[in-house]
Every structure is written in structure tokens, then in C-alpha cells.
């Protein structure tokens, strides 16, 4: 009752508005049954606003696993044992031995204490593996973000002095972290996929190169007064002009990265000669780092002890034990709006390294990693961070690979990471004071040189994209002579408008017929060696060559009048335009009006339609004369996913251009290979999907014959063999004595799992009678098995499985027009 209530009153209010709500269905077929198999007379529902609710409305189940997915490590950690646990224990120590110099190192980059590094440092490694869905990753101070945190409070100090550097850092971190975490919360991980490699390898590379030229300066010593932090040409430029002021600390830093480099290239070689022992090699290449630090710490130490007010050269100086400066961070509209416009520019680089990596490392080590999770566990570590006095943190690339390569097993080890950090934040603050600051920088220039991406790489991305390797090279340009923000600004620009420009390009191909015959060895194979094979069999191939296929073969027309248009990068509103004028310039060059002369008199011709020359007209020469006329379009959807009202318009503006073309016939449109409902109904809100209402000169309907594809029932049938079935063949109509399917005899070039047959349709003959015709050779025709049924409805007859179907339709149903070519065809 409710129903046929709702139901009267969407009518009424749809009289009230003027809408039709039956204007564009198709015809009702004229069977009841399809050669009296019951089986067949599947009618295709279409989808109604109710089904796009239910199938995106998530359930009780989504949201129980909703909330359970925020936590991954109940995936996993009923099931942690003991080897992982040593696992866990190695690589987490390593990381941590690692990540204490890095972080900082990493500090000083962000101008903040270097303290801020160790607590960021705990913090990422702490919370992480809560919310984590890759057991490599490391989160904590990177190179990039602290050049990037660093910059933005300098700027914001020059126009508010009064705020101090850690509170500008603390509240960055939990503004980006707020803004990451909500990202994840309503699962849009997939935003990053908008973000191309040429723009995050430009965005790595000449952040390594900023990086590093800002810290050369600390490197050699030089006392003379320059910024670091301008652009990158300008910082080398400066560097090399005040090389004379180099002081003593260049020993401590040259010679540092040097040992740095021959430490990683001797065990790298060792690794090579002794194979067996490459796993020691690889634990002191990692541990370089902690080596070095260490040992530059003792050379400060004894040279520096007696003189702590006035070192031989630039330390770091003090560090206070535990953490000191944990509190409640200060939050307000004034430290806000004071890098509100940086904000964009930090979240990016939050999250382009990380996923970047860890989609990496994920692929590497057979494990698929959750991008929506991941901002989960970056934004709460970014909220909860800043309370101990973290500045903002993300994936880093050198500690991910040393923790990957160190046999990792869960991501429970960035719990004895964080215990090594909080060991050296409680005990290791007075060796701290002696590290000098040139052996850091060496540290610093060691550890971004691995982002510098090789001159391979970018051969191999000119070998697959040349577009993409100049996108690349632009990157870094722009980044190395202006900032590393208007950089990924500018190549995630241009990477997206040239997505645009060949999403509204793209260019459709028109398809021809090809024989083709399976070869092995140097004969053709045929169906009784290969009882799998369908050969020869006919495909299609675009008329011009254009997907590299050899173009010796020659691809013929399918009928003509008849056109098959292959659209090549979905059907949307910014490339609509683009296909159909393609489409319909090439039919009207390649075809004639059916009427040549529609015109009575000159003035009805319409001026971007010029009529023949006098001379000509004259002369009566037709210069069109052995064009065919237009019969029928079939398109190719197979790429189309959805298409929308802007697309859908231009198919019915395009439609009605070419009936009146071909007039007084109409072009029959049909469609192939159309992967979803949702376009289907679209097309038949337009019109689409059935015939066309068509009158010849004596103003009788004439008959269309639909051709549909059939195919098994109950599942994928034996394999059908070549014996021959008397009561198919006689042309017997008792459908009930016809054999089960696998009997069923097998076309010599097509296989039962895909039959096609033609159906005739009654029509009212000038008496009134009902005359059905019949095209097959009663003796030869063969009956349907009553295990068969269609693949898509009768309803929609020109929506077809495959070209082959909408070939054979359009073909079938040639006799509608009235071109002189087709006034043979058998009706």
C-alpha cells in the first residue's frame, strides 16, 4: 500500500513539474518468449537512486570494520612469537643508534635545539606502530620537513618576533596533524594518488640539493655572514665566494663525510667479494653513522675538554637531560595566521615522502599498506608529539631502509627504538655537548645525498615518458633557483594539466576487421590440436595502424555506412567535444547524404553548407557519388566508466546532427562492451539502446532483427566437440527434445560460451495481419537449448557483450536504410 502510494504521488508531483517519466523508455519487446526458451527473456532492471544508496550506505559490518581497521596491530599481535621478536630487537636498536645523530642533526635544520630532534625522534617511533600498516617505515625528523619547518619560522619570526621558533613548530605540528588525521579518518588515502613520481622524485632531488648546499657552509666553517636559506644557486654562489673563511672545522667535517663514503663503498665491496658475509658488512655500513658521531665526539672531547667557553671549533653545546620542555602547546588565531599560507605547503611534504616510501618499501617486501591509514598514524603522532616537545614528523627514507634491510618482522620495533632514544635523551646529554657541528652537516650531506635520484633514473624516465622526465628536470630546476614549496606547487601543476590536456585530447580510433589464424611452430593451428583455440577468428584493429600493428596487414572496412569508433580515454565533459567532432568529421568525409537534394530552394541551404559549383550542377557531376551513406555507429565503451549529462548531451546533439544527415533514414547508435549500469542507463535516459523509429516511403514500419549473445546457464560448460546433433539440425521446434548444452554441436569458429542468434520481429502488415519473418533456412536452423540464456536483456537490444554482436546487428539490420547499397539486403 505504502508503494502504491509513493508511486501515485511521485506521478503527481511529476505532472505538477512537467516531467515525463516514461519520455525515453524503450519499446516494450513484442515476445513474450524468445523462440520458447523462457530462459531468454531476461529483461535488464535499471538502476534506481534507492540502489546507489544501498551500494554506497555502508552497513553495520563496514562500520564495526571500520573502527577495528583503525587499529591494525590487532591484526597482528596475537600472533607475535619469538622470532620476530629478535628480528624486532635488531632492527630496532640499528634504527635507533641511526636515528639519534639524524634527529639532531635534523633539529638544528628546523632552527630549533637539538634536543627537539630526540624528542620527535621518540615520539614518531613511540606512536607509529599503533596505526600502522607497513612494518618498515620510521617516522620522525626528515631533512626536508626540518628545512621546510625551519624556513617557516624564520619567516614568521621577521613578522612576529615576539612568538618564540618552538611554539611556531608546535603548533605547525598539530595544525598539519589535525588537518593529515581527519584526511584518514574519512578514507581520502586516495588524494595522494593525484601526486605523480616525476613530481615527488623532483620534489626529493632538489630538496637533497638545498639541503646540502645549506650545509656546506657549516661544513667547511665559514664564518662570513650569509643565509643558507635563500635560494638554492644563491647559497652555492655565497659558499664558494667565502671559501677563504673556512676555519678549523673543516677538518672535522670533510674528513667525516669522507670516512662516511668509504665506510658505505668498503662494505659494500667486502659484501660483493664475501657474500657469506654480507650481512656483517651491511650492520657496520649502517651503523657508519653512530661510528663516526662517536668517534669525532672523543676527538672534540680530548681537544675541547680544558676549554668549553672557547672551542677549537663549533660544537654543539648543551643539551638538558629528559624532557624539559614538555607542555601544553600554545594553539591561537595569532600563531596561526602567522604561516596560514605555509600550511598547504607542509601538509604536502608531510605526506608525499612518507607514502612515497612506504608504497615502496610495501611493494618490495609483499605487503600492501593502507594510504588512509597512514595519514591516521602521521596526523596522531603529529597531535600527540608536540606535547613533549616534538616539531612535525613524517616517513624517513634512510632510517625506513635501514630498518627494511635489517630484518624487520613487525612494526612493534619502533618500540625499542623509541627505548634507545629515550636511553640517549637520559644518558647520553653530557657527550652530546662535544659533537661537532661540522661532523653533523657531514652527517646531514651523507644522509639526503641517497634522495639525489641518479642520472639512470632519469634516462629511464625519458625511455617510458619523455613528458614526464622534463617534468622532472623542471622541478628541480624551479626548486634549485627559487623554494622547495613553489617547486611542488609547479610540478604538481603542470603534471595535472597535462593530465587535463590529454583527458580532453584524447583521441578515438576507428576500427576495422582483421582475419587472423594461431600459429605454432610454422603451421596454422587448428581446432583439433588445440580444442581451447577458436581459429581463425576476426578482431578488430585500428583502420590507421596506430597501435603499432603491422601495417603490411590490410584492415578492412566493415560494411559500408557502417563505423566503429573505439573511445580511448573514458567519455567525459572535458573530452566530449573532442571525440564526436572527430567521429562526425571523418563520417561526413567519408559518406554522402542519403538525399542529395533536401533543399527546394536556395535560401533553405544553410550557409556552412555551400552547394555544388554551377559548373558542376551543371554538368550534373556528382562528386559523391561512390561514397556510401551513413547506416550505423557502434561505439566501443570498454574504456568508459561513467559518463555525465555534459557527455551524454553531445552523443544526443551528435545523434540528431546525423539523422538529419541521413535523412529521411535514421543512424542506428549502438554500443559495445559498456562496463557499467549506471552508463547504461544514462544512454537510455538519452534514447539509447534501442532502434530507432523508422518509416520507408510508403509509410509502413518497417522490422528491425535484434541480435543478442547467449550463453550457458549453469556455469562454464565442457568443451564442446564436433558431434553432430540430427534433431538441432532438422530445424525441429519442440525445444524440450533438444540435447543438454554440451551436446550442443559447436560453430566451426565460435564457441557455445558465446552464440549469437537473430530474432525476428512481427509487424503489422497494411491488412492488419501479423506476418513474422524468418531470414534462416528452416532446414539448416538450429534451436536454442533450453540451458542457454542471454547475456544482456532484450530490453536494450543495442547495448551489446562485444563488437562482434553490434557488427552483426547493425549489418542485420541494413535493410532499414535506403541507400542504393543496401536496397538488396534481404528483408
Known amino acids: 500500500m505504502s508503494d502504491s502510494k509513493s508511486s501515485k504521488l511521485g506521478h503527481g508531483l511529476a505532472k505538477v513539474l512537467g516531467i515525463d517519466p516514461n519520455s525515453n523508455n524503450p519499446p516494450s519487446p513484442r515476445h513474450d518468449s524468445i523462440d520458447g526458451v523462457d530462459s531468454l527473456n531476461y529483461v535488464e532492471p535499471e538502476p534506481t537512486a534507492g540502489d546507489w544508496i544501498r551500494e554506497h550506505a555502508p552497513t553495520t559490518r563496514d562500520a564495526i570494520q571500520y573502527v577495528y581497521n583503525l587499529f591494525p596491530f590487532l591484526h597482528w599481535i596475537l600472533s607475535y612469537n619469538l622470532q620476530w621478536l629478535i628480528g624486532d630487537l635488531v632492527a630496532g636498536i640499528t634504527v635507533g643508534a641511526v636515528v639519534v645523530p639524524q634527529g639532531m642533526a635534523y633539529a638544528i635544520l628546523a632552527e630549533l635545539p637539538p ?165 656483517l658488512f651491511f650492520f657496520i655500513s649502517t651503523l657508519r653513522t653512530a661510528f663516526i658521531i662517536l668517534f669525532y665526539t672523543m676527538i672534540s672531547a680530548a681537544v675541547n675538554l680544558h676549554r668549553r667557553d672557547d672551542p677549537a671549533f663549533k660544537i654543539l653545546g648543551e643539551v638538558p637531560r629528559g624532557f624539559t620542555h614538555a ?115 657531514g652527517v646531514i650531506i651523507h644522509a639526503v645525498g641517497d634522495l639525489i635520484t641518479p642520472p639512470s633514473v632519469t634516462y629511464q624516465f625519458w625511455r617510458v615518458a619523455p613528458i614526464d622526465a622534463l617534468i622532472f628536470l623542471g622541478g628541480v630546476i624551479i626548486i634549485i633557483f ?93 573530452n566530449a567535444n573532442h571525440y564526436t567532432d572527430e567521429l562526425v568529421d571523418h563520417i561526413f568525409k567519408t559518406t554522402r547524404r542519403t538525399t542529395q537534394n533536401i533543399y527546394e530552394n536556395p535560401g533553405d541551404r544553410p550557409w556552412n553548407d555551400p552547394a ?61 562492451h559498456i562496463n557499467n549500469k549506471w552508463t547504461k542507463r544514462a544512454l537510455v535516459a538519452a534514447g539509447f539502446g534501442f532502434p530507432p523509429s523508422v518509416s520507408n516511403t ?4 518497417q522490422s528491425w532483427k535484434p541480435i543478442f549473445s547467449v550463453a550457458d546457464v549453469g556455469g562454464s560448460p565442457e568443451l564442446v566437440t564436433n558431434q553432430r546433433n540430427p534433431d538441432l539440425e532438422s530445424g525441429s521446434d519442440d525445444v524440450d527434445n533438444t540435447l543438454p548444452s554440451k551436446q550442443y554441436p559447436q560453430a566451426t569458429e565460435r564457441s557455445i560460451e558465446s552464440q549469437t542468434f537473430g530474432i525476428e520481429k512481427e509487424h503489422s502488415s497494411e491488412d492488419g495481419s501479423t506476418v513474422a519473418e524468418r531470414r534462416e533456412n528452416a532446414n539448416t536452423r538450429r534451436r536454442i537449448p533450453g540451458t542457454m540464456a542471454v547475456v544482456e536483456g532484450i530490453n536494450r537490444p543495442f547495448f551489446h557483450i562485444d563488437i562482434t554482436s553490434a557488427l552483426q546487428s547493425a549489418v542485420a539490420n541494413s535493410h532499414l536504410s535506403s541507400g542504393p547499397e543496401f536496397q538488396d539486403a534481404p528483408k
Request: proline letters at 5%.
Open 115 to 279: 634536543e627537539y630532534g630526540l624528542y620527535t625522534s621518540f615520539m614518531g617511533v613511540l606512536i607509529y606502530w599503533f596505526f600502522a600498516t607497513s612494518k618498515d617505515i620510521t617516522i620522525g625528523p626528515v631533512a626536508v620537513m626540518s628545512t621546510l619547518v625551519g624556513g617557516i619560522i624564520i619567516n614568521t619570526q621577521e613578522k612576529h618576533p615576539e612568538i618564540e621558533a618552538t611554539d611556531i613548530a608546535s603548533a605547525l605540528a598539530i595544525i598539519c596533524g589535525a588537518i593529515v588525521v581527519f584526511l584518514g579518518f574519512i578514507r581520502f588515502g586516495f588524494i595522494v594518488d593525484f601526486i605523480p613520481l616525476p613530481a615527488i622524485t623532483a620534489f626529493m632531488t632538489g630538496s637533497a640539493i638545498s639541503i646540502c648546499s645549506g650545509q656546506v657552509k657549516t661544513l667547511l666553517g665559514e664564518t662570513a655572514k650569509f643565509s643558507t636559506r635563500g635560494a638554492t644557486y644563491r647559497v652555492i654562489i655565497d659558499t664558494l665566494k667565502y671559501l677563504p673563511t673556512a676555519q678549523m672545522d673543516a677538518a672535522m667535517g670533510v674528513t667525516a663525510l669522507a670516512l662516511l663514503y668509504a665506510i658505505r663503498f668498503s662494505c659494500n665491496f667486502a659484501a660483493r667479494r664475501k657474500p657469506h658475509r654480507a650481512k
Open 327 to 441: 607542555k601544553v602547546p600554545r594553539v591561537d588565531s595569532e600563531i596561526i595566521s602567522s604561516f596560514a599560507n605555509e600550511i598547504p605547503g607542509a601538509v604536502i611534504v608531510l605526506l608525499i615522502e612518507h607514502i612515497a616510501i612506504s608504497k615502496s618499501f610495501g611493494r618490495v617486501n609483499n605487503y600492501t599498506i593502507n594510504p588512509s591509514q597512514e595519514f591516521i598514524a602521521i596526523g596522531i603522532t603529529n597531535l600527540l608529539g608536540p606535547f613533549l616537545g616534538a616539531y612535525p614528523a613524517t616517513g624517513s627514507f634512510s632510517r625506513t631502509a635501514i630498518k627494511a634491510k635489517s630484518g624487520v618482522r613487525t612494526p612493534l620495533a619502533g618500540v625499542i627504538t623509541a627505548i634507545v632514544v629515550l636511553l640517549a635523551i637520559y644518558a647520553l646529554p653530557a657527550v652530546f655537548f662535544y659533537i661537532p657541528s661540522a661532523s653533523l652537516a
Open 482 to 574: 627559487t623554494e622547495i614549496e613553489i617547486g611542488i606547487y609547479c610540478t604538481i601543476s603542470v603534471a595535472a594539466a597535462i593530465l587535463l590536456f590529454r583527458l580532453a585530447k584524447a583521441r578515438g580510433q576507428f576500427l576495422g576487421r582483421v582475419r587472423i589464424h594461431s600459429v605454432i611452430g610454422d603451421h596454422l593451428l587448428t581446432n583439433d590440436e588445440d580444442p581451447h583455440s577458436i581459429s581463425p577468428r576476426t578482431i578488430y584493429l585500428p583502420t590507421t595502424h596506430s597501435d603499432g600493428s603491422n601495417p603490411d596487414i590490410t584492415i578492412e572496412q566493415p560494411t559500408p555506412g557502417i563505423f566503429i569508433y573505439r573511445l580511448s580515454e573514458g567519455f567525459n565533459y572535458p
Open 612 to 672: 555544388p559549383r554551377r559548373s558542376k550542377a551543371k554538368a550534373n557531376i556528382d562528386t559523391t557519388s561512390h561514397l556510401p551513406t551513413l547506416k550505423a555507429v557502434i561505439l566501443d565503451f570498454s574504456s568508459v566508466n561513467n559518463v555525465d549529462v555534459t557527455s551524454v548531451q553531445n552523443l544526443i546533439d551528435v545523434r540528431n546532427q546525423l539523422d538529419r544527415y541521413a535523412t529521411p533514414d535514421k543512424v542506428q547508435w549502438h554500443f559495445a
Open 698 to 701: 510508403g509509410g509502413v514500419e
